[in-house]
């Protein structure tokens, strides 16, 4: 049962556009949280890592927040890129087990 | 080498057939891990190894699946009497010492059972 929820499962924007990805968890106990990103062909590569006392954590125009009262992170992608076009999936962490959202694809078009 | 590598990329079997997925972790890196990950789904959790032990056999979906580590470095995982539903990208990631830290993924295998 998958414990990491994200959405939209996918989107599409213009580039230099804006977008804001959703992650919700229900996983206990909670150790961290990372976003990573999947370009196709290619595994998974972390983006951002968030304890439970972070609430925002940027890498470049990357943005993720953490509210772990609600158990909800978003990330925001800024002056998003052709290069951006990916996979990006919300991981929560318990311990060594990780639990993975099913990603949402985003594909950014001149 | 400078990150994880996975052998092969691309691999066709036929129904019933074993087949081998080979990995090589980051240099220097204790934890290695084997995730599946299916068409539209999250990766899914197969195996968790510390040295050449493994901890946490839980994911393991059947007992044709198995999976092994020799001299702390490269692991192997086994499919026997591959079916259908085996098919999938199969993603193997190390990390350095402790499993909460950042886990570096390999390119993954794509394995097609016809």
């Known amino acids: 049962k998958n414990q990491v929820e994200q959405s939209p499962q996918s989107l599409i924007i213009l580039e230099g556009k804006n977008c804001t990805l959703q992650c919700n968890y229900t996983v206990s106990p909670f150790s961290n949280l990372r976003w990573y990103k999947q370009d196709t062909g290619r595994g998974p590569v972390s983006l951002t890592i968030m304890t439970f006392s972070e609430n925002t954590k940027s890498n470049g125009r990357y943005t993720a927040t953490l509210d772990a009262d609600t158990k909800q992170s978003s990330l925001h992608i800024t002056a998003s890129q052709l290069s951006d076009s990916a996979s990006y999936i919300c991981?929560?962490?318990?311990?060594?087990?990780?639990?993975f959202g099913a990603g949402t694809t985003v594909t950014v078009r001149a | 080498g400078a990150g994880v590598s996975q052998s092969p990329s691309n691999k066709v079997t036929e129904k019933g057939k074993d087949v081998e997925l080979r990995c090589d972790p980051i240099s220097g890196h204790t934890a290695l891990y084997w995730y599946r990950q299916s068409l539209g789904q999250g990766l899914e959790f197969l195996i968790y190894f510390q040295g050449n032990s493994a901890p946490d056999k839980s994911g393991l979906p059947s007992d044709r699946f198995s999976a092994e580590r020799t001299g702390g470095s490269v692991s192997t995982l086994t499919i026997q009497r591959t079916q259908q539903e085996d098919s999938a990208v199969y993603l193997c990631?190390?990390?350095?010492?402790?499993?909460?830290?950042?886990?570096?993924f390999g390119p993954g295998t794509r394995l097609l059972v016809l």
């Open positions: 990631a190390s990390s350095l010492r402790a499993p909460g830290e950042t886990q570096y």
């Open positions: 991981v929560v962490s318990a311990g060594y087990k990780l639990s």
